[in-house]
C-alpha cells in the first residue's frame, strides 16, 4: 500500500554550500531546529535569498505519481541574484515535512514498512534520522516496523545540489519517496534487482568472469539473517551457482546480514553448455534462515529472483567482465580486444573514464571509442556512477580492473597469448568527471601514464560547484586551512609539476555550459607555465559545440593522438625523462650534461605512485605540500666511464625511496649501473655498479629523523610498525580502502541501552551508505564476537582489512584493547568524556571520530560520543561521499548543527608518530 504524503509544509530557501550539510550547518538549529517548529502562515525566518531578505511557510501538494514539486518561491528573484554570485545562487536548502499514517491492521504486532527518499540528503521519520539517496540509483531502503493506525511525521532536508541538478533558473526544485508496506513476499529477505551485476556471454562458450552478485536486503526488525544455498533455476541451459563466503566466514559462520542491512551475494557461476542466442534468461532461487529471537527455531524462506538476462557479445563488441575488487566485491568493467595481435610486442592499455551519473556499459559511451589497431580499451565503474571522482576506491577500482585484465592466469589468458597489454604503460582517456579523473590519475601516477586526453574535465570540486559555505563566518581561518588540507591531494592544479613531459590533448567543447571551457584551458595553462614552453601540451576546443557530441573522444584529431602514442612498441618510457641532446664524450669530461630535469610535487603519499621512479613514503610535516627537484647528469669519469649523478633537493619531505626495478630500470634511460652518485639535499652517497642494483631491487630509503639535516640509507622497515606510511597516512576516507570487507564492530559494553541501540543504528547507517555510494560490502559484528574470557581477540590474526568501532574504551571491548596496544592521544573518560592532547571535552552533544593505527598496515576508525546526540552528529561525517573535508581527526559541538565547521572543536592531522601537533591540529 503507498503511504505517501499527500502534502508538504516548506520552509525555506536557505543558502548553503556543497557537501556543507554532513556537517549539519542548518540555520533552523539556531531556533531550536525545523522538528521542533510549527507551521505557521505568520513566522518569518532570515534568507539572504529572499526579496526583504525573509522567508515564510508554504504548502504545496503532491503530484500524482507521489513526487514533490517543482517547487516554487514567488519572493526569490533568481536571475538577479544570480547577477552576483554566478550559479552559485543556484545551491540552497529548504525543509520539507508531510505526515503518514500506517494503516489499521488485524495483527498486534508492528507493521513492516519500506521507505527511501530519493535526491534529498537526509530525512527524519519522527525524530530517527536516515541517508537519502542523493543520486536517485532507486538501489536502497530501509525498513522500519511501526504501529498501525499511528500518524507519523517524516522530515525531509532537501538540498539543491547544482552538480546533480543541474544550473537552472528558476531551480527546478523536486523530490519523492518511496513509501509503502512491505510485500509478504518481501519478507525476511528482498532482491534489489536494479544492482545485479553479471558478466557476459562470450562467444557461446564462456562467462566473461566467474562471479556475479546480487544484493539482498535483509527486511525484519530484530533477526540477522543467513543466505544458505543458491542455484539455477528456469534456464534453458545448464548452469551451476555457487554461494561465495567473504574472507570473515570465521566470524558469521556463513553470509549473515544484520537487519535492515544491505549486501552484496557473491556467487560463482559455473556454464556448463554453449549458449548462442542473444539473451540468456535465469533466475535464482535462495534458501535463507534467522534464528527467531523468541524461540530456538530457524525460520526458513525460499526466494527466487525475477528474470535474469546475459547478454551474448563477440569479440568485436564491448562486453562486460566481472572479477573481484580491492575489498572482495563482486565489480565489472566494459573491455574491447584489439584489431590486430601484437605479439610479440606489448602494447598500452587505453583506460577510458566515464561522467558522473553514468554507467560504464551506458551505449553512448561503449560507442565514444572506437576499436583500436593493437590496444585493449578498457572502461571501468568506479564502482557506481557517480563513484567518487575517481579518487580512492574508484581508482583502486581502476587499478583491479587492469590487474583482471592483465592477469595471466585469468579470465583472459587465452588471448593475453597474442594480445599483451602493459599495465605500466596506459593512455588515460575520459570525459566530464571522468576527464578530472584522467587529469587526477595522471597527476598523481605520472610514471604509468604514456599519454592522456581528458575531456571536460574540472580542475577541482571547489572551483567546480561553489564552495562558498554558510559556516564560514564563524570558523577560525587556521581551522579552516587544516580542514581545506584534507582535500588538497585532490586538487589537480596543485599536483600540476608532475605533469610535465607526458603527452597530454586536452578537449573541451567551445560551449560548454556544464564544466566550462575554463578548467581545460587553465590546466594547459599551468602544465605549460611549469614546462617553460607555450607548446607542451594543447588544448583542442571545437566551436559551436558543448558538453559532449558526437566523436568527442574519437575524432580525427583526437584518434591521431592515440595512434601516435597506442602504436608504438613497447620500450623504455624515457620520453618524459630526458632531452634530445647529442651527447659529446668530450665535453663530458669536464662538463656535466642535464639529462632530465623536473619536479615531485605531493601532499599525500597514500595516493601517490611516484615519478621518475621516485616514491615518496613520509613527509616530515603530513599534509603539508612536499617536493622534490631533480636534476640527472651524465658525466664521463677519468677512467672513461659513463656515470649517472642524482641531485635532488627536498622540501618537507621524510622518507623516499626508488621503486623496485630489474636493471633494465624502465623509468630511467640509461643502465642503472652507471648510477654513480646520489646528491640529496648536498649530502652525497657513492655506489659501485652492484650497490646501486640492491638499493634498486630492495626496500632501501632515503631518510631523515625530525630536527636533523643529514640524510641517511637503511632497508629497516620496523619503521612502518611504528609511524604512518603510504597504507595508513589518512585522512579519514583512508579507512574504505579496506583490502577486505569494512568490519563495523557495535560495542555491548555501554549500561545504557539507548547508546547500544544507537551503535545498531550507527553500524546500519554506515553499511547502508558504503553499499549505495560504493557498491561495497560490510560485515557487522558485535565485540564479544571477537572477544574470549580473557578479553583477547579470537582470531586477531585473521582480520586483515580496516575495521570501524563503535564506541569508547568503556563500550566496547576491542576499542579498549586496540587502543591498549598503540598509545593514542584520545583518553576516554567513564562518563562519556574524553581527552585529546591536553583539552577535555565534556558535557551534551560532543562526538569525535579519530583514525588509530591497527596492525602495522591496517587502519581502525574509531567513533565515539559523550552521549547519543554526539554521536548522531559526528556520525554524519563518516566519509560517504567526496569534497567533505574531513582530517585524521575531527571534534563536533553542540553547535555544529547551525554553525557547520564553525562549530567544531578541534579537527587535525596526527604527525607520523600519531601523536598530536600544533602545527596540524587545532583545539579549541
Avoid at 555457487?242 to 556467487?267: C, M, V, W
Avoid at 557506481?384 to 590487474?403: E, M
Wanted: glycine share 6%.
Amino acid at each position: 500500500m503507498n503511504l505517501k504524503p499527500k502534502f508538504w509544509e516548506i520552509l525555506g530557501p536557505f543558502s548553503t554550500g556543497t557537501r556543507e550539510q554532513d556537517f549539519g550547518a542548518d540555520p533552523l538549529e539556531a531556533y531550536g531546529g525545523f522538528s521542533k517548529l510549527k507551521y505557521s502562515e505568520e513566522q518569518i525566518f532570515s534568507s539572504e535569498l529572499a526579496n526583504d531578505g525573509i522567508v515564510k511557510w508554504s504548502k504545496i501538494q503532491s503530484n500524482e505519481d507521489g513526487s514533490v514539486g517543482p517547487i516554487n518561491f514567488s519572493n526569490i528573484r533568481w536571475d538577479f541574484n544570480k547577477n552576483s554570485m554566478g550559479w552559485s545562487i543556484s545551491q540552497f536548502q529548504l525543509w520539507a515535512r508531510g505526515y503518514f499514517t500506517v494503516p489499521e491492521s488485524s495483527s498486534e504486532h508492528k507493521i513492516p514498512i519500506l521507505i527511501q527518499c530519493h535526491n534529498i540528503g537526509d530525512f527524519y521519520i519522527n525524530d530517527q534520522r536516515f541517508h537519502g539517496d542523493w543520486y536517485n540509483y532507486r538501489t536502497s531502503y530501509y525498513i522500519l516496523y511501526l504501529k498501525a493506525n499511528t500518524q507519523y511525521t517524516i522530515n525531509i532536508r532537501v538540498v539543491n545540489e547544482i552538480r546533480i541538478f543541474g544550473d537552472k533558473i528558476p531551480p527546478n526544485i523536486t523530490f519523492d519517496c518511496d513509501l509503502r508496506n512491505l510485500e509478504i513476499e518481501e519478507l525476511g529477505a528482498m532482491f534489489l534487482h536494479e544492482r545485479i551485476i553479471v558478466p557476459d556471454l562470450v562467444k557461446g562458450t564462456r562467462f566473461a568472469g566467474e562471479y556475479m552478485s546480487i544484493p539482498i536486503l535483509n527486511t525484519l526488525e530484530n533477526e540477522w539473517i543467513n543466505v544458505d544455498k543458491v542455484e539455477v533455476v528456469n534456464c534453458p541451459i545448464k548452469i551451476r551457482a555457487e554461494l561465495i563466503p567473504t574472507s570473515y566466514d570465521f566470524l558469521t559462520r556463513g553470509i549473515r546480514l544484520a537487519p535492515s542491512q544491505h549486501q552484496n551475494i557473491k556467487i560463482r557461476l559455473i556454464l556448463e553448455e554453449s549458449y548462442y542466442e542473444s539473451l540468456l534468461p535465469f533466475s535464482l532461487k535462495f534458501i535463507i534462515s534467522s534464528n527467531s529471537l523468541q524461540s530456538h527455531n530457524k525460520n526458513f524462506w525460499t526466494k527466487t529472483t525475477k528474470e535474469i538476462l546475459i547478454e551474448h557479445k563477440t569479440l568485436d563488441e564491448f562486453y562486460k567482465f566481472t572479477f573481484e575488487d580491492f575489498d572482495e566485491s563482486v565489480q565489472y568493467a566494459m573491455i574491447m580486444h584489439p584489431k590486430k595481435h601484437n605479439k610479440p610486442n606489448k602494447s598500452p592499455i587505453l583506460v577510458a573514464l566515464h561522467g558522473a551519473g553514468v554507467e560504464a556499459n551506458a551505449k553512448f559511451w561503449t560507442n565514444a571509442y572506437p576499436k583500436q589497431e593493437f590496444s585493449w580499451i578498457l572502461l571501468p565503474t568506479g564502482r557506481t556512477p557517480w563513484g567518487y571522482d575517481w579518487h580512492g576506491p574508484s581508482l583502486l577500482n581502476i587499478q583491479y580492473a587492469i590487474k583482471a585484465l592483465t592477469d595471466p592466469t585469468g579470465i583472459f589468458k587465452e588471448y593475453l597469448k597474442d594480445s599483451i597489454p602493459e599495465s605500466n604503460r596506459l593512455f588515460i582517456s575520459g570525459h566530464s568527471n571522468g576527464g578530472q579523473g584522467a587529469w587526477y590519475f595522471t597527476s598523481h601516477y605520472p610514471d604509468l601514464v604514456i599519454a592522456s586526453t581528458p575531456a571536460a574535465g574540472y580542475v577541482k570540486i571547489q572551483q567546480y560547484v561553489p564552495y562558498f559555505w554558510n559556516s564560514h563566518a564563524y570558523i577560525d581561518p587556521i581551522l579552516k586551512g587544516i580542514l581545506d588540507s584534507s582535500l588538497a591531494e585532490f586538487n589537480n592544479d596543485l599536483y600540476v609539476s608532475n605533469l610535465v613531459d607526458i603527452p597530454i590533448l586536452a578537449r573541451v567543447g567551445a560551449n560548454d555550459d556544464n564544466v566550462p571551457p575554463m578548467h581545460s584551458r587553465q590546466m594547459v595553462r599551468l602544465v605549460n607555465e611549469y614546462s617553460h614552453n607555450p607548446l607542451a601540451i594543447n588544448l583542442s576546443e571545437v566551436i559551436n559545440q558543448g558538453h559532449w557530441f558526437d566523436n568527442i573522444m574519437s575524432d580525427n584529431i583526437m584518434q591521431e593522438f592515440m595512434d601516435k602514442y597506442l602504436l608504438i612498441p613497447s620500450q623504455k618510457n624515457i620520453t618524459r625523462l630526458i632531452s634530445s641532446q647529442i651527447m659529446n664524450d668530450d665535453l663530458l669530461i669536464n662538463n656535466p650534461i642535464l639529462l632530465s630535469k623536473f619536479i615531485i610535487t605531493l601532499v599525500n603519499p597514500a595516493n601517490f605512485g611516484g615519478k621518475g621512479g621516485i616514491i615518496i613514503e613520509q613527509l616530515i610535516i603530513p599534509f603539508r605540500l612536499g617536493k622534490i627537484y631533480v636534476e640527472i647528469y651524465k658525466v664521463l669519469s677519468e677512467n672513461n666511464l659513463f656515470q649517472i649523478i642524482y641531485s635532488l633537493k627536498t622540501t618537507n619531505i621524510k622518507r623516499f625511496g626508488f621503486k623496485k626495478q630489474d636493471e633494465n630500470f624502465n623509468l630511467i634511460p640509461f643502465s642503472v649501473k652507471e648510477i654513480s652518485k646520489i646528491l640529496i639535499d648536498d649530502i652525497e652517497f657513492s655506489f659501485d655498479s652492484s650497490s646501486i642494483i640492491q638499493i634498486l631491487q630492495e626496500d632501501f630509503s632515503f631518510y631523515k629523523n625530525d630536527n636533523e639535516s643529514t640524510w641517511k640509507i637503511s632497508n629497516d622497515n620496523t619503521w612502518m610498525c611504528t609511524q604512518k606510511h603510504s597504507l595508513t597516512y589518512g585522512p579519514a576516507y583512508l579507512i574504505l580502502e579496506s583490502k577486505f570487507p569494512l568490519l563495523i564492530i557495535i560495542g555491548t559494553v555501554s549500561n545504557s541501552n539507548s547508546i547500544k541501540s544507537k551503535f545498531m543504528n550507527i553500524a546500519q547507517e554506515i553499511s547502508h551508505s558504503w553499499y549505495l555510494y560504493g557498491n561495497g560490502n560490510s560485515i557487522i559484528i558485535y565485540d564479544t564476537d571477537l572477544i574470549n574470557n580473557n578479553n583477547e581477540f579470537i582470531s586477531n590474526e585473521s582480520i586483515k582489512g580496516n575495521i570501524i568501532l563503535l564506541g569508547n574504551v568503556f563500550e566496547n571491548k576491542v576499542t579498549e584493547i586496540i587502543m591498549n596496544e598503540r598509545i593514542s592521544e584520545v583518553k576516554f573518560y567513564k562518563d562519556g568524556s574524553f581527552q585529546l592532547h591536553y583539552k577535555k571535552f565534556s558535557g551534551p552533544g560532543i562526538g569525535i571520530l579519530f583514525l588509530h593505527p591497527y596492525k602495522i598496515s591496517q587502519l581502525s576508525l574509531i567513533i565515539s560520543g559523550t552521549d547519543i546526540s554526539g554521536l548522531d552528529q559526528i556520525t554524519k561525517l563518516f566519509p560517504k561521499r567526496t569534497g567533505v573535508p574531513i582530517p585524521d581527526w575531527i571534534i563536533t559541538g553542540p553547535e555544529t548543527k547551525w554553525k557547520g565547521i564553525g562549530g567544531l572543536l578541534g579537527a587535525g592531522f596526527w604527525n607520523n608518530e600519531w601523536k598530536f601537533s600544533e602545527v596540524i591540529g587545532y583545539l579549541i
